[in-house]
């Protein structure tokens, strides 16, 4: 089996890697935006093989020094490679609290309006494949950044972008991540409003106390709505009164084809892609401790059905529990879990481990339990 890419990703890095000897090629590495122009003559003395330049800096000369490696040039300030996630000082970058126009200025509103622009379903072939290097580039940070956690301790959230900051489920999803977030989970969901943002004020208030949840609760509930003015000055007083000092994290995975809905600044790392597939297929492949369903309509609902078929085919070794929080909603008003259940005792879904519930205590114990077959997560 070949070796995978060595990755290079800063300049302290490069220098390493140029102070070996040049009598082998450079062979299997992987430059991502480094500048090779500020070493020139320890760049030209190196042969490189099966390389990968993205977005580097290239001396001239440098490319007759490549045998089957490949060069990406750099795509432009709004694609440019990412080596980390983003985070809502990078996302945000330029947006001044109290000026809500500013929000076209920052670097997330400058992106949605070229993406605007250029079209949803863009024709120009520079401008697709500029945005699948980047979503490439997201998702490879995106997977180095999981690496860091056990597969069966990353638990996903669905539900509403609709859900109020003032909604008594709002508040029950906070509860639930907090809680799941102090046993070590990491908790992701589409990094949006409603219970997306839920799910990621309740990990950034991991280890305060429950009073300190409530006092943010009420600092969010005077913009109840994404549509409302300061619903994202709101979310930045947040993180101004109460600082991430304890070392939480959580993961939101937004996207530019919903640019309308902000992400929310209250996910510590956020993967934003273009590609709304790709997206989704993530946030289901890679929370393999779970999901937690909370009421919301056809985009959750077509996440419940996705997650049952990866549950029933076993599509990445074993099933992870589909938990349903709020039975009158699930069992009544959109009777998805009876439907499930009904499917289960005829055989059509198999090895789907469900509960419904409308208690946070059982909802998290329901999570915790969970223990994936021996050898696997």
Request: charge should be negative.
């Amino acid at each position: 089996m070949r070796p995978n890419y060595t990755e290079i990703k800063s300049q302290e890095q490069l220098m390493q890697v140029m102070s070996q000897p040049s009598e082998k090629p450079l062979r299997r590495i992987a430059f991502h935006g480094v500048n090779f122009r500020e070493m020139p003559e320890q760049a030209l003395g190196h042969q490189y093989r099966e390389c990968i330049f993205l977005a580097c800096q290239l001396p001239h000369g440098f490319k007759s020094r490549l045998t089957d490696s490949l060069v990406f040039p750099d795509m432009g300030e709004l694609f440019r490679f990412q080596t980390e996630l983003y985070t809502a000082d990078t996302l945000y970058e330029g947006y001044e609290v109290g000026q809500p126009e500013t929000i076209e200025k920052c670097f997330d509103g400058r992106v949605y309006k070229h993406y605007l622009e250029r079209g949803k379903q863009s024709t120009d072939i520079k401008e697709t494949l500029a945005r699948t290097l980047h979503d490439h580039s997201i998702s490879n940070a995106l997977h180095h950044f999981l690496d860091n956690y056990r597969e069966t301790d990353i638990v996903g959230v669905m539900g509403g972008h609709g859900m109020k900051r003032t909604d008594e489920h709002y508040k029950r999803i906070a509860n639930i991540s907090k809680a799941l977030t102090e046993r070590g989970k990491l908790m992701i969901s589409g990094g949006g409003p409603g219970a997306m943002e839920a799910t990621h004020l309740g990990a950034w208030m991991a280890g305060r106390s429950d009073n300190e949840l409530s006092e943010a609760f009420s600092m969010l509930a005077d913009a109840p709505c994404f549509s409302d003015t300061s619903w994202l000055d709101s979310a930045m007083h947040v993180r101004e009164r109460f600082p991430q000092t304890c070392g939480y994290e959580s993961v939101g995975i937004p996207t530019w084809l919903y640019g309308h809905e902000p992400s929310t600044p209250l996910a510590t790392r956020i993967a934003k892609y273009f590609d709304n597939s790709i997206r989704e297929d993530g946030i289901l492949t890679i929370a393999k401790g779970g999901i937690i369903f909370s009421p919301g309509s056809a985009g959750t609902l077509q996440e419940i059905f996705q997650d049952a078929v990866q549950n029933h085919y076993l599509s990445f070794g074993f099933a992870s529990p589909m938990v349903f929080m709020d039975k009158e909603y699930w069992q009544s008003e959109v009777p998805v879990y009876p439907l499930i259940l009904d499917l289960v005792s005829k055989g059509r879904y198999k090895n789907l481990i469900l509960a419904i519930s409308d208690d946070c205590d059982e909802i998290v114990e329901e999570i915790m339990r969970f223990t994936p077959p021996c050898g696997k997560g």
